[in-house]
């Protein structure tokens, strides 16, 4: 997975590139969702998280708050997985930022 920053998330979300979009809870006060797109250059189907300015994972305390943050890119319907962080994503494995 992927992180990257806002102005990247949404222009993803403005062309409607974004799919499979996944909300993910970390701990209670702690939920992030993760989106697949393609690559720019490649074009490969990549799984993208979006970053704070800092780098970080970008997560929010209250889950209706995300929710709002993707209503308001326009995602009105699809599929999401309500689930604790497994393993793979707790360890920070397989995590990069990219701008």
Do not use: C
Not at 4 to 14: G, K, L, P, R, T
Not at 19 to 30: K, L, P, T, W
Not at 71 to 95: K, M, N
């Amino acid at each position: 997975m992927k992180k990257i920053q806002q102005h990247s998330v949404d222009v993803a979300f403005e062309n409607r590139e974004a799919a499979d979009i996944e909300v993910i809870r970390r701990s209670d006060r702690q939920w992030y969702f993760t989106f697949k797109a393609a690559e720019p250059l490649s074009r490969k189907l990549e799984e993208y998280t979006l970053s704070t300015q800092q780098g970080e994972l970008r997560t929010w305390a209250d889950p209706r708050r995300l929710f709002r943050f993707l209503s308001e890119r326009g995602v009105r319907q699809g599929t999401f997985v309500l689930h604790d962080e497994d393993v793979s994503h707790a360890s920070g494995d397989g995590v990069e930022a990219t701008e």
